[in-house]
């Protein structure tokens, strides 16, 4: 009672800002027309995470094919800034804070200057976005919120329930870029590479790599679960090997399930997620709950199984995006928990799985 009651505060005060945000600083934008070949993009990814980043990834490969002297530059959070740079080539990473402070905005659109196009593809502006596009000296924005009239390159409407990659490829196509090409840019690490290669040496036969955990409660499977469908899936091809993919906080945990089978093996040396792509490169294939992986996967056209909770829109905009993609639902629960997927349905999907 108590979650909800804060949660309806929240809402409210988001509301409230939003609609200060939008008296204080939007304005009419000219209508957006493609005069010239475009010189200078800014993609806003202060919330990016990596299953986004991903999706999204081939945006920078597309405008290089199209406009050979493009510069594209990237505003993201620490944390992200390698991806972007090392592997998307992005020109330059302007690096904030999660969630930084209007003079820090202010500074940061000073110091980006005149660009020919800002893009900032969030469905639902804040007042912190609506006060940085005002200070941008950008020809034009791209945007998913209409409502905003400082948006003059307006993609919401036009790609309302497609999934996020084909809203970026909409982006591309309204910008000049034709026979747009999707296809997910995959980061590769060489030391990932090198140590991931060693761990694998002494699995051999097939192998399954099995991702129990997204981000949030909602899209992490128990223990017992877990279990459950390591048993399915061994049931299903006795001679598999199953690599669980694992996060800090749960290395103990899958330790201890790993000691329970003959077949399952886990990364203990992990230290990124490049590791954990590594794996994912080698595996025959492989199961996941909605989380990043289930894009990396698509990224290297994996036979996949995704785990999601019922959500229509989430799964619209971000369903694995890959033919050889299989997908299962759990069971409606309030609040959603994604270890409310049946096992029988459970194992009658890993069957159509190991047929890919």
Not at 82 to 105: C, I, M, Q, T, W
Not at 120 to 138: E, G, P, Q
Not at 191 to 214: E, K, M
Request: glycine share 4%; with cysteine.
């Amino acid at each position: 009672m108590l979650k909800k009651w804060i949660s309806s505060i929240q809402l409210a005060r988001d509301i409230w800002r939003r609609k200060l945000g939008l008296f204080l600083f939007d304005r009419a934008a000219e209508k957006f027309e493609l005069n010239d070949s475009l010189k200078r993009v800014v993609l806003v990814r202060w919330d990016a995470k990596w299953g986004d980043s991903i999706v999204s990834s081939f945006v920078f490969r597309e405008w290089r094919k199209a406009y050979p002297g493009i510069k594209i530059d990237v505003i993201t959070t620490p944390n992200m800034s390698g991806l972007f740079n090392d592997h998307f080539g992005a020109d330059h990473v302007y690096e904030v804070k999660k969630r930084p402070g209007y003079s820090e905005l202010k500074k940061l659109a000073s110091e980006i200057g005149d660009i020919d196009l800002l893009v900032h593809l969030s469905k639902a502006l804040k007042m912190k976005d609506l006060y940085f596009m005002n200070k941008v000296k950008a020809n034009a924005v791209a945007g998913l919120d209409d409502q905003v009239k400082l948006i003059n390159l307006k993609l919401g409407r036009l790609t309302k329930n497609k999934h996020f990659s084909d809203k970026y490829k909409m982006l591309l196509e309204s910008t000049g870029v034709q026979q747009v090409c999707t296809d997910y840019i995959v980061p590769e690490n060489k030391l990932s590479a090198i140590n991931i290669n060693q761990f694998l040496s002494s699995i051999a036969g097939p192998l399954l790599v099995f991702n129990p955990y997204g981000s949030g409660s909602s899209r992490q499977l128990s223990k017992d679960t877990i279990s459950d469908f390591i048993e399915a899936i061994s049931s299903e091809r006795s001679a598999v090997n199953i690599v669980l993919l694992t996060m800090p906080d749960k290395k103990d945990e899958v330790a201890l399930i790993c000691e329970k089978y003959n077949n399952v093996y886990f990364y203990g040396g992990s230290q990124s997620i490049y590791d954990s792509i590594e794996i994912m490169r080698q595996a025959d294939h492989i199961i996941s709950v909605d989380t990043a992986t289930v894009h990396i996967a698509t990224g290297l056209q994996k036979p996949l199984l995704a785990l999601y909770n019922p959500d229509e829109e989430n799964y619209k905009e971000w369903h694995p995006n890959n033919n050889c993609a299989k997908s299962v639902f759990a069971q409606e629960n309030n609040p959603p928990n994604i270890n409310c997927i049946g096992q029988s349905i459970f194992k009658e999907k890993v069957s159509n799985l190991f047929l890919c």
